[in-house]
């Protein structure tokens, strides 16, 4: 028994990495987009938010790994730290790397070929999104539906949803239970 746990233990996680949509209101409200690619999550900040329209292209600033650890975080960023403001988990679940036109290709590859097509598996978010780097400033990339099955035009899921995947908290929920001295805090010292 104790063997078959061990086993378990070392076995290699799933192969459905995660990805994970956090709302933050730092000095500018954004959308933290993370994908799991080489045991970490690769970002990027959407201010607008992700798009089911695939008429609308989503810059995505390109920011750094975080810990996987960081996909549930929910609470407050203190103030005086990078990013300070309340933080939701707005969507979460995994992705599927897509193959494009060379045939397959890992995550990691595609990310350094500058173009990232993935299927997410989300709550709110579903179906085929592009991220692709723009020429001129390596750090920003457009995010895009893909026209599928998925895809809403004219729709946009972050005015349609603005709470908390996990917890149904808004942002001003957060803000409030933090005033009165009831929500957990975080320091990210
Ligand atoms: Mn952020």
New binding site residues.
């Given amino acids: 028994m104790a063997r078959l746990m061990l086993l378990s233990m070392s076995m290699p996680r799933s192969k459905r990495p995660i990805f994970t949509v956090?709302k933050?209101q730092?000095s500018h409200l954004?959308y933290?987009f993370r994908l799991e690619i080489g045991g970490v999550l690769k970002s990027w900040?959407i201010p607008k938010g992700p798009s089911m329209d695939p008429s609308v292209k989503r810059l995505a600033v390109e920011v750094e790994d975080h810990n996987l650890e960081y996909a549930n975080f929910e609470g407050l960023i203190q103030e005086g730290h990078y990013?300070a403001g309340p933080v939701l988990v707005w969507d979460t679940g995994w992705f599927e790397p897509l193959d494009w036109h060379r045939g397959p290709a890992s995550p990691a590859t595609m990310l350094d070929a500058g173009k990232l097509e993935v299927h997410l598996h989300g709550q709110r978010l579903q179906g085929g999104f592009t991220l692709v780097r723009m020429k001129d400033q390596p750090r920003h990339w457009l995010l895009i539906k893909q026209s599928d099955k998925d895809a809403r035009p004219g729709h946009e899921v972050v005015e349609e949803y603005d709470t908390s995947i996990l917890s149904r908290r808004t942002i001003e929920d957060l803000e409030a239970a933090v005033a009165a001295g009831t929500s957990d805090t975080y320091c990210c010292g």
Wanted: aromatic share 0%.
């Fill in positions: 956090q933050h730092a954004h933290d900040a990013g």
